[in-house]
C-alpha cells in the first residue's frame, strides 16, 4: 500500500526530473564525400547524438551541421552560429553535443579556445563516443585526445602530399590531367603526355594571352574556332572557354 509521504514523491517525481533538464545543441561535421558514405556521415552522427541525448533528459534545441569543411580551421559557418548562441545568456545552453571531439576541432589551439568559451559559460562539452569528465585527470586526457586528433589529420596532410609527389616522380598526376596533357595508362602503371589534338590548341592560346594583344574573350573565340572540345569532349564555347 502507498503511504501519503511516497505519493507525494511520485508526484514530484517528473518534476524534480524536469529541474534537471538542459538544453543541448548538438554539432555534426564531415570534410569529404567520402567520409559521408562511411559510418561518419551525417545522419550517422544526428542519430547517435539523438539517442545520447534522449538517454539524458537532454533536450535538444538546435542542431548545427558543417558539411564537407575541414576541423583544421575554425571559419566553419554553423561552428561560428553554435558559438554565437552559446554567448548568448538569454538561450541558456547547457550542453554541447559531438559525436567525437575531432569532429569540433582537429588542432589544440582550436580545441582550448572552443573550450575555454565554454568553461566561461558554464556549458558542459559531451561525446557519444568519448568520456568527458572535467577534473582535473578528465582535461588531462581531454587534451590528449585532442592533440591525437591533430596528430592524426597533420600526419594523414603529409602522408597524402608524399603520394601526390611520388605519383608526379613516376610520370602520373595525382588529379585531373591539365587541359592540353592526356593520361597515358600502360598497364597498372600511367604517364602524361602532350595531347596531339588539344596541347597545340592550348599552346597557342598561351601565347596569344602573352602577347598582350588579345582579350580574354578574343582567346575564347579563337578557341571554339578552333572547336577545343570540353571535358566531356564537347565543343567548347566561347562563354564557357
Known sequence: MTTQAESGKLRMGPLILNSFIMNCLVYARVSTDKQAEKELSIPAQLQAMRQYASERYWEIVEEFVDAGVSARTTARPMLHRLLAKCRNPHDQVGVVLVHKIDRLARNVADHAMIRTLLR??????????????????????????????????????????????????????????????????????????????????????????????????????????????????????????
Not at 602577347?211 to 570540353?230: F, P, Q, V
Request: charged residues 25%; hydrophobic residues 35%.
Open 120 to 241: 566561461q559559460r558554464g556549458i558542459r562539452l559531451a561525446s557519444v563516443v568519448e568520456d568527458l569528465e572535467d577534473s582535473v585527470s578528465g582535461q588531462l586526457v581531454e587534451h590528449m585526445m585532442a592533440a591525437i586528433a591533430e596528430f592524426y589529420s597533420s600526419n594523414l596532410s603529409e602522408e597524402t602530399k608524399k603520394g601526390m609527389r611520388q605519383k608526379v616522380l613516376q610520370g602520373g598526376w595525382p588529379h585531373m590531367v591539365p587541359r592540353g596533357y592526356r593520361l597515358v595508362r600502360q598497364g597498372s602503371k600511367s604517364h602524361v603526355e602532350v595531347d596531339p589534338i588539344d596541347g597545340p590548341i592550348i599552346a597557342d592560346a598561351f601565347a596569344l594571352y602573352a602577347s598582350g594583344w588579345y582579350s580574354i574573350t578574343r582567346i575564347a573565340e579563337y578557341l571554339a574556332s578552333r572547336r577545343l572540345r570540353s571535358q566531356s569532349s564537347c565543343q567548347r564555347s566561347p562563354e564557357t572557354a
